[in-house]
Structures are given as structure tokens and as C-alpha cells.
């Protein structure tokens, strides 16, 4: 047996191991066990390694670490479990697999959900119908607890279950088991969250679920079922609506740029997921990297701060350490600092005692069917449970994917999925020519109101050339506002809740900046401010647009624009003021301009939005004309 290994078994010292990708490899990680309460305390080094790349930590980050970014979120005591890394290795996966026993694995009375499958699909319909449907977030992710007891559990024991998840999981970004000496954590997980090395910046947003529920024995059935998936609409939007939400983070990132690749197909055991790949630049120091990266909207939903909130309302418990992060931290071959980061889903919590836990979720949009989101939670738990309850090595199926490796329809039709996306995005953004805006020094205010997308609407701004400001509805004073352009931004919530906060302290924004005549730029919710406060009724979709296309005529010329409301002005005898486009009802006011201001209920920043930038910068023109 390698002595490395034999020493985990024998020392009962903390350890970590990780096959990244399918590897033939794994990395073996020793080291001092830390319990840190905040994330800068993570443990790092400095200089150039000698012999190459090192590992500096590895560390358990907690859900509830998402309040060092002011985003509220129940703790029970968890902190961030940290391996200060003392030594690494590498060892060939057969031969790590040789010396791990394959032990027989009892659990002491089975295993139970925190909620019934019924109290689970009113949870989600209650979800679907009060939070998305009234605005509150386009999606949201509330995942149930299985819990259970393993007999006469051990160190064997838990590197016996890593066994089996290296035998029969494949597909995933890592597998992994991490012992800091109170604690397993072993987990098959598929998404990478947040990588970055020689200053370059990926993320892999994932969505979109096609379960492999069963034994395809004929191509021609599986390409059918497969690109019926593909057509789907729920899972087309739903994928785009995370990589929205992860375009808010890559801007407040990679102010040097960045492109998105896709959309990929990942196939794991059980599963087949849609991905892009979002690859940006940053000069940032990792760790604040990492702290604006928290967490990934396809564990929390969107927008992320919202979807804290809805997760703290409707969660029985802490999430403990469930839909956040692994952190890696090391140094490459010249010292620049690295980070690797996964998401904690599809991961086993173990205590010494053999009690563990793990949570699984599926993402809530608006038009969710209960019962099938309950069916796609227990297939992503499918692979882990296995696991444990399965002995030894069994039949692995062959990919499926490799039945369609030169099937041109499946890449058109995920080709496809980008025909009427943005053309900014798919591009690496640099600052581009502008001619008609060449030494304005043009300066930008924009008006936060719970909704990163306003980093999105400053990098493509900063694209063009202008100075972009953003200030909290909280904190902006109209009165220090020296900017050309004041923008009021996107958000959740009821704009006719008059009594809530933040509806008052923007009714009386717009309020000033139209009794000034100060240019101003109104997106989404923004939007349904102005409206308000220019005497237009607002009012309450039949359906929310959370997260979808839709082509519109836009002042005269048509557009594909990407809406992410439940509410929205609606047409009256004022119109006649003011040059309005309408949706095909004539009743819904999609957008409006005056001599001094334009609203939009769409978000010319979203990668739904075709043209969004060549939007941005026509309205610009107009308001500074």
C-alpha cells in the first residue's frame, strides 16, 4: 500500500483527496486542521514555490459566509473548516483505488428527508406563486436535508464510499473526500464555481437537468429523447438566467474583459446538464475574487441577495455547508497566487459518529411543476445515495454522449440556442470604439436597488468609454449627484407596496430628477417607477416574464429583448405625451421616452438582449443630445 495512504489509515490525521476532472491522478493533501471565522483568515503563502506549483489550503466554506457580503443567512454554528497544508502529493488513481478496502456499509435505520415529497411540492409551488410571483426573483433554489446514520463508521468506511464515487460517478468537476479530524466531507460534485490562475478568471455556470432514468438501447431513442431536452424551453431559460447571474459577478470581476463559451453538455452517471463556460481577466487579488463570486446562482437563485433572503424565510435550518464553496488556494511554478473552487452540492456530511447529511435542490422559475422538480432532487442525489447504500463497484454505463459524437444536429441545435443572444457578451470586451462619445468624459450614476445586473450595465458602460458610479437607493443624495446621466436600476419587489422602504425612497428619486430635468435612464423596476410617478397604473402581470425572450417593437424597429418582471405600466391616455413601444396587447408599456428620460422594462444589459449594447449607447446619444 502507498505510505501516504497508510499513514491516513493508521494516524487518524487530517487529509484531503481530490480527483479533479476524471484524472488519471489524484492529489493527496495533508496538513494542520483550523476552524477560522472569516475568509481573509484562510492561511496563504507567498513567494515562488521550489519544484513548481504548491497548495497553501484547502478549505470547508460554510453557507453563512455569505454574510461578510452583508446578504443575510442562518448559522448553527458552522464555521470554515480549513486544511493548512503541510504536504502534497500525487498518486495514480488505480493505485489509490488498490489500496482502499471496499467495505460493507449498513446504515442503522435507513434514511429520511427533512420534508415529505407532499410538504416539499407545496414548498416549491408556495415559492413559484408567492416569491416569483410577486417579483421577488426570476429563480430560487430551497433544498431539502437527507439525513441518516451509518454503523461502526470509520475513516475505511468513509474512504470505502470515495471509492465507489470514483468507480461509478464520472463526468464531474471534482470527487473528493476532506477530513480536518471531527468531520467527512465526501462529494462527486459536477460544477466548477470559481477558477483562477495567471490572472485568467473561469466560471462554469450550470442548468438545465436531462435524467438518465433509463437504459437506452437504440441510438435514435436516445438522440430523441435528448434533443427534446434541448428544445425545451424551461431548460434553455433556466440556463440563461444563471449565466445572467454569473455575468453580474464576472463584471464586478474582470473590468479587463472577458467571452462566454457554449453552451456544453456535461454528462455524468446519472445525468446530462447544459453549461457555458464564462472566461474573463482580472489583476484582483484572489481571495477578493472569491468573496465577490459568492455564491453560484445555481445554488442560490437570482438575484443572489434576494435569494438569500427567500432562503432564510422559507429554510427549516442552516444550510451548513451546502451550496457554497471548497476553496484551494495554492501558488503556481512563478508564485502567482491560484485558487480552485467547486460547489458544495452532491457532497456527504459526516460526523465521526457515523451521522451524516446531505441537501439537494432543484432551481424554481416560473413555470416549475412541483412534482417534476422533486424528481430532479432525487435524481442528482441518486450517484451520492448509491454510494452508500451499494456495494462495491457496479456495471458503469457507457456515456452517452459518445453514441452522438458526430451527430451535426446536436451541435447546431446547442449553436442555435445563440443565434438571438447577445453580441456583446460572446466577445471579449474590451473598450471599443465610440466614436460620437471620443473626450466627452461622460460620467454615469447608477441607482442600485438590490440587483447586480447594475454591474453588468457599468461594464458595458466602461466599454464605451464613461466614468460609472454605483450608489445604494439607501445612500444616493440627488443633490451630490454631478453625473450627465443618472440611471435608477432593476430590482426585486412591488412597486406598488407604498409602504415598504425602498418604494418610497425612489418614488421620491424619480420624483426629483424629473422636477430637474436631469437625463435619466430607467431599467426594470426602474422603469416601473417612472411609470408610477408620471400617473401611469402599474400593475400585476397574469404571468411573470422571469428570465425570457421576447421580440418587441422597440420606438419603431424590432428587437429581441430579454424581460425579467411580474409587473409593468401599463398603457393610458398619457401616452399621447411621450413615445411609447407597447406589447402586442397595446396595453403593456415596454418602453417610454421624453425629452430627458427613457424607461425600459426590459434590461438592455442581459444576454437575452440581442443589441443591448448598441441600446445603451443609442440612448446615451439621445439624452446628452
Same mark, same amino acid.
Given at each position: 500500500m502507498n505510505q501516504t495512504l497508510s499513514t491516513i489509515l493508521e494516524s487518524n490525521q487530517p487529509f484531503c483527496i481530490i480527483q479533479k476532472q476524471d484524472s488519471e491522478d489524484v492529489l493527496i493533501l495533508e496538513g494542520e486542521s483550523l476552524e477560522l471565522d472569516q475568509i481573509d483568515d484562510i492561511p496563504r503563502k507567498r513567494g515562488s514555490p521550489s519544484g513548481g506549483r504548491s497548495y497553501d489550503s484547502i478549505s470547508l466554506v460554510p453557507f453563512s459566509q455569505i454574510r461578510e457580503k452583508g446578504y443575510q443567512a442562518r448559522n448553527d454554528g458552522e464555521r470554515i473548516l480549513t486544511l493548512n497544508i503541510k504536504? !502534497?502529493?500525487?498518486?495514480?488513481v488505480d493505485e489509490l483505488l488498490n489500496g482502499i478496502e471496499a467495505c460493507e456499509i449498513n446504515l442503522e435505520n435507513g434514511f429520511e428527508y427533512d420534508m415529505t415529497t407532499d410538504a416539499y411540492e407545496k414548498l416549491i409551488q408556495k415559492i413559484v406563486d408567492d416569491e416569483i410571483g410577486n417579483g421577488e426573483g426570476a429563480n430560487f433554489v430551497v433544498p431539502r436535508t437527507l439525513t441518516g446514520r451509518i454503523n461502526d463508521?470509520?475513516?475505511?468506511? #468513509?474512504?470505502?464510499?470515495?471509492?465507489?464515487?470514483?468507480?461509478?460517478?464520472?463526468?464531474?468537476?471534482w470527487k473528493f473526500i476532506f477530513y480536518n479530524g471531527t468531520r467527512f466531507f465526501i462529494g462527486s460534485t459536477p460544477e466548477r464555481h470559481l477558477f483562477i490562475e495567471k490572472q485568467r478568471v473561469k466560471m462554469n455556470p450550470i442548468s438545465g437537468t436531462f435524467r438518465k432514468k433509463k437504459a437506452y438501447h437504440r441510438r435514435s431513442e436516445f438522440k430523441t429523447d435528448?434533443?427534446?431536452?434541448?428544445?425545451?424551453?424551461?431548460?434553455?431559460?433556466?440556463? $440563461?438566467?444563471?449565466?445572467d447571474e454569473e455575468l453580474k459577478m464576472m463584471s464586478r470581476m474582470c473590468s479587463q474583459g472577458g467571452a462566454i463559451i457554449g453552451p456544453l453538455l456535461k454528462e455524468m452517471s446519472k445525468l446530462i446538464h447544459t453549461e457555458y463556460l464564462l472566461s474573463g481577466e482580472s489583476d484582483k487579488d484572489v481571495i477578493e475574487l472569491f468573496k465577490d463570486s459568492m455564491y453560484a446562482a445555481t445554488v442560490t437563485g437570482s438575484p443572489v441577495e434576494n435569494?438569500?433572503?427567500?432562503?432564510?424565510?422559507?429554510?427549516?435550518?442552516?444550510? @451548513?455547508?451546502?451550496?457554497?464553496?471548497?476553496?484551494?488556494?495554492g501558488r503556481d511554478e512563478h508564485g502567482g497566487d491560484t485558487l480552485d473552487s467547486p460547489i458544495t452540492i452532491r457532497t456527504l456530511e459526516v460526523d465521526t459518529g457515523g451521522k451524516f447529511q446531505t441537501a439537494v435542490g432543484?432551481?424554481? *422559475?416560473?413555470?416549475?411543476? #412541483? &412534482?417534476?422538480?422533486?424528481?430532479?432532487?432525487?435524481?442528482?442525489?441518486? #450517484?451520492?445515495?448509491?454510494?452508500?447504500? !451499494?456495494q462495491g463497484k457496479q456495471e458503469v454505463s457507457t456515456p452517452m454522449m459518445s453514441r452522438l459524437a458526430n451527430d451535426d444536429e446536436i451541435a447546431e441545435q446547442l449553436q442555435f440556442r445563440n443565434q438571438y443572444l447577445s453580441n456583446f457578451w460572446f466577445f471579449k470586451q474590451?473598450? @471599443?470604439?465610440?466614436?460620437? $462619445?471620443?473626450?466627452?468624459?461622460?460620467?454615469?450614476?447608477?441607482?442600485?436597488n438590490g440587483d447586480d445586473f447594475v454591474y453588468m450595465l457599468k461594464h458595458i458602460f466602461s466599454s464605451f468609454g464613461m466614468r460609472t458610479t454605483i450608489i445604494p437607493w439607501q445612500t444616493y443624495d440627488l443633490g451630490k449627484d454631478d453625473s450627465a446621466i443618472t440611471l435608477v436600476g432593476p430590482g426585486p419587489g412591488n412597486p406598488n407596496q407604498s409602504e415598504d422602504p425602498k418604494m418610497q425612497a425612489n418614488y421620491a428619486i424619480v420624483d426629483g430628477l424629473l422636477k430637474r430635468r436631469k437625463p435619466s435612464l430607467y431599467i426594470c423596476l426602474g422603469h416601473q417607477f417612472l411609470g408610477h410617478q408620471l400617473? $401611469?397604473?402599474?400593475? @400585476?402581470?397574469?404571468?411573470?416574464?422571469?428570465?425570457?425572450?421576447?421580440?418587441?417593437?422597440?420606438?419603431? @424597429?424590432?428587437?429581441? *429583448?430579454?424581460?425579467?418582471?411580474t409587473f409593468v405600466p401599463m398603457n393610458s391616455d398619457l401616452s399621447?405625451?411621450?413615445? *411609447? &413601444?407597447?406589447?402586442?396587447?397595446?396595453?403593456?408599456?415596454?418602453?417610454?421616452?421624453?425629452?430627458?428620460?427613457?424607461?425600459?422594462?426590459?434590461?438592455?444589459?442581459?444576454?437575452?438582449?440581442?443589441?443591448?449594447?448598441?441600446?445603451?449607447?443609442?440612448?446615451?446619444?439621445y439624452l446628452l443630445r
Open positions: 504536504q !502534497s502529493s500525487e498518486l495514480a463508521f470509520s475513516t475505511t468506511k #468513509a474512504l470505502s464510499i470515495f471509492k465507489y464515487l470514483l468507480e461509478n460517478d464520472y463526468g464531474t468537476y435528448l434533443m427534446s431536452f434541448l428544445n425545451n424551453p424551461k431548460e434553455i431559460n433556466e440556463l $440563461f438566467m444563471v449565466v435569494a438569500c433572503n427567500i432562503i432564510l424565510k422559507y429554510s427549516q435550518h442552516s444550510r @451548513r455547508y451546502y451550496g457554497s464553496a471548497i476553496l484551494l488556494l432543484a432551481t424554481l *422559475v416560473r413555470d416549475s411543476i #412541483a &412534482s417534476e422538480e422533486v424528481l430532479e432532487t432525487e435524481a442528482k442525489s441518486a #450517484a451520492l445515495l448509491d454510494s452508500i447504500v !451499494s474590451e473598450t @471599443r470604439l465610440h466614436s460620437q $462619445f471620443d473626450n466627452q468624459d461622460i460620467k454615469i450614476t447608477i441607482i442600485h400617473g $401611469f397604473p402599474v400593475a @400585476r402581470k397574469k404571468v411573470p416574464l422571469q428570465g425570457v425572450q421576447e421580440k418587441i417593437q422597440l420606438f419603431g @424597429r424590432e428587437e429581441r *429583448v430579454g424581460f425579467y418582471n399621447q405625451a411621450y413615445e *411609447v &413601444s407597447l406589447a402586442q396587447d397595446n396595453q403593456e408599456m415596454l418602453a417610454i421616452r421624453g425629452d430627458f428620460f427613457i424607461g425600459f422594462q426590459f434590461h438592455p444589459e442581459s444576454i437575452l438582449t440581442k443589441n443591448g449594447d448598441a441600446i445603451l449607447k443609442e440612448s446615451i446619444a
